[in-house]
């Protein structure tokens, strides 16, 4: 059985730090792109990082200074490492996976696979 599962959202400060975790299981890291997205109500779900089979990461311009994917495929886990923090990143967060590794995208669409998310509020 595929899964993912999110963990490490909490209510932070302004400037403050959180990383999040998606544990999987299911997945071979060498076949699969493995992304992070973001969705607050009322608003379409947006990527915000990802990162390649061969662990390319990548960042969406308007975050890469603040925002790093990570993996470690020894225990099957993905990590969003965030950084200074705005209360503008205030949204849940998902990890999800896709198998179209010619095309790692931040566009949700080629992602199959989902987490359920974890919140993340920042206050200022």
């Known amino acids: 059985v595929q899964q993912l599962l999110e963990t490490g959202g909490d209510s932070v400060q302004a400037g403050g730090s959180l990383r999040l975790s998606c544990a999987t299981s299911?997945?071979?890291?060498?076949?699969?792109?493995l992304g992070w997205f973001r969705q607050v109500p009322g608003k379409a779900r947006e990527g915000v990082a990802y990162?390649?089979?061969?662990?390319?990461?990548y960042s969406l311009p308007s975050l890469m200074d603040r925002f790093t994917a990570s993996k470690d495929s020894a225990t099957s886990t993905v990590y969003l490492e965030m950084n200074s923090l705005k209360p503008e990143d205030t949204a849940m967060y998902y990890c999800?996976?896709?198998?179209?590794?010619?095309?790692?995208?931040?566009?949700?669409?080629?992602?199959?696979?989902w987490g359920k998310g974890t919140q993340v509020t920042v206050s200022s």
């Open positions: 990162i390649t089979p061969r662990n390319g990461a």
């Open positions: 299911g997945f071979d890291y060498d076949k699969y792109c």
């Open positions: 999800a996976a896709t198998d179209q590794i010619y095309t790692c995208t931040t566009r949700p669409g080629p992602y199959k696979h």
